[in-house]
């Protein structure tokens, strides 16, 4: 009979230690929310607040976006100057004191990582850059432990009783992200030591990371889509190299690189640029497989 009571009481225990621990955490983009869902499963309830067929640095600031970070126990966002154009009046709306910058319910992941290529002294006629460094480090898989070491700590610093499954959660992610990346490196191995074009900036970590060499952006500074003649330009100064590939993000008008690819006879892909972008990019892992195979020659 004691034993009956004790399992009762541990199992009412358990309930309402779950129940009351579950964190309203909204992440940006759908990369983030995966990430935030893989670590908390049921102690997280995520809202995303991108659509994944946006342009990231171009997110429309909807009434609806602030309705959604006024309950947030937690914001965690990409940083690096990415949702500059877009998130501050939105969070100003939200008047949620809990996740202003700052505050124990704001995460900015892009302090967790080095960011490439910082760009302190740009002006304007240097487009749409970021003078803190590429804030596009998710297309390095090497830079998920970290990411997702931070995302676990600050859940466990919200949420003091949940530590524990933070913590093993993260084990399973992390031995997982580790094994997949293996395969997709094997796999990728051939394009070491190649060359690409890509339209904006996004993919320099990715490259970095395979051992390509980005020789050129079809953009002529971020933020300005390329001319007629800009990319006549483009072509002849392509002349001389061995580009094997021309890439650009999912949400762009794609007639730019297309075009290049097709002047050059080389591949040309479309990369879905978030999770959720595609129907197969479902999380993080499928998002990287999706990669994975495009970019495979
Ligand atoms: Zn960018």
Same mark, same amino acid.
């Given at each position: 009979?004691?034993?009956?009571?004790?399992?009762?009481?541990?199992?009412?225990?358990?309930?309402? #230690?779950?129940?009351?621990?579950?964190?309203?955490?909204?992440?940006?983009?759908?990369?983030?929310?995966?990430?935030?869902?893989?670590?908390?499963?049921?102690?997280?309830?995520?809202?995303?607040?991108?659509?994944?067929?946006?342009?990231?640095?171009?997110?429309?600031?909807?009434?609806?976006?602030?309705?959604?970070?006024?309950?947030?126990?937690? *914001?965690?966002?990409?940083? #690096?100057?990415?949702?500059?154009?877009?998130?501050?009046?939105?969070?100003?709306?939200?008047?949620?004191?809990?996740?202003?910058?700052?505050?124990?319910?704001?995460?900015? *992941?892009?302090?967790?990582?080095?960011?490439?290529?910082?760009?302190?002294? /740009?002006?304007?006629?240097?487009?749409?850059?970021?003078?803190?460094?590429?804030?596009?480090?998710?297309?390095?898989?090497?830079?998920?432990?970290?990411?997702?070491?931070?995302?676990?700590?600050?859940?466990?610093?919200?949420?003091?009783?949940?530590?524990?499954?933070?913590?093993?959660? *993260?084990?399973?992610?992390?031995?997982?992200?580790?094994?997949?990346?293996?395969?997709?490196?094997?796999?990728?191995?051939?394009?070491?030591?190649?060359?690409?074009?890509?339209?904006?900036?996004?993919?320099?970590?990715?490259?970095?990371?395979?051992?390509?060499?980005?020789?050129?952006?079809?953009?002529?500074?971020?933020?300005?889509?390329?001319? /007629?003649?800009?990319?006549?330009? *483009?072509l002849k100064r392509l002349a001389d190299q061995?580009?094997?590939?021309?890439?650009?993000?999912?949400?762009?008008?794609?007639?730019?690189?297309?075009?290049?690819?097709?002047?050059?006879?080389?591949?040309?892909?479309?990369?879905?640029?978030?999770?959720?972008?595609?129907?197969?990019?479902?999380?993080?892992?499928?998002?990287?497989?999706?990669?994975?195979?495009?970019?495979?020659?």
């Amino acid at each position: 009979m004691k034993k009956m009571i004790w399992a009762a009481w541990v199992a009412l225990f358990c309930y309402h #230690g779950s129940a009351n621990a579950t964190l309203n955490v909204v992440a940006t983009y759908g990369w983030i929310g995966d990430l935030v869902q893989q670590i908390g499963q049921e102690r997280v309830a995520v809202t995303v607040l991108a659509q994944a067929s946006f342009d990231p640095h171009f997110v429309p600031p909807k009434p609806s976006l602030a309705v959604k970070l006024r309950n947030a126990d937690l *914001l965690v966002i990409n940083g #690096g100057q990415l949702e500059m154009g877009w998130l501050p009046p939105v969070l100003r709306q939200a008047s949620n004191a809990r996740i202003q910058p700052n505050s124990e319910g704001f995460l900015d *992941l892009s302090s967790l990582v080095t960011l490439s290529n910082p760009r302190p002294h /740009a002006t304007r006629a240097d487009g749409d850059v970021h003078p803190d460094g590429n804030p596009h480090y998710v297309f390095n898989p090497d830079n998920m432990a970290a990411l997702a070491y931070g995302v676990a700590h600050q859940l466990c610093h919200l949420d003091k009783a949940g530590c524990g499954f933070y913590e093993q959660s *993260l084990a399973r992610f992390d031995e997982r992200w580790q094994k997949e990346k293996q395969g997709w490196q094997q796999r990728l191995l051939p394009l070491k030591g190649k060359q690409l074009v890509q339209y904006h900036e996004s993919f320099d970590d990715l490259a970095y990371w395979l051992g390509m060499t980005v020789v050129a952006n079809v953009e002529p500074v971020p933020g300005v889509p390329p001319s /007629a003649s800009h990319l006549e330009k *483009l072509l002849k100064r392509l002349a001389d190299q061995q580009v094997v590939m021309v890439i650009q993000e999912h949400f762009r008008d794609r007639e730019a690189t297309e075009w290049l690819a097709k002047q050059r006879q080389v591949k040309w892909q479309v990369l879905p640029s978030d999770v959720g972008a595609t129907p197969k990019s479902k999380d993080l892992f499928s998002w990287f497989n999706e990669l994975v195979e495009r970019l495979a020659p």
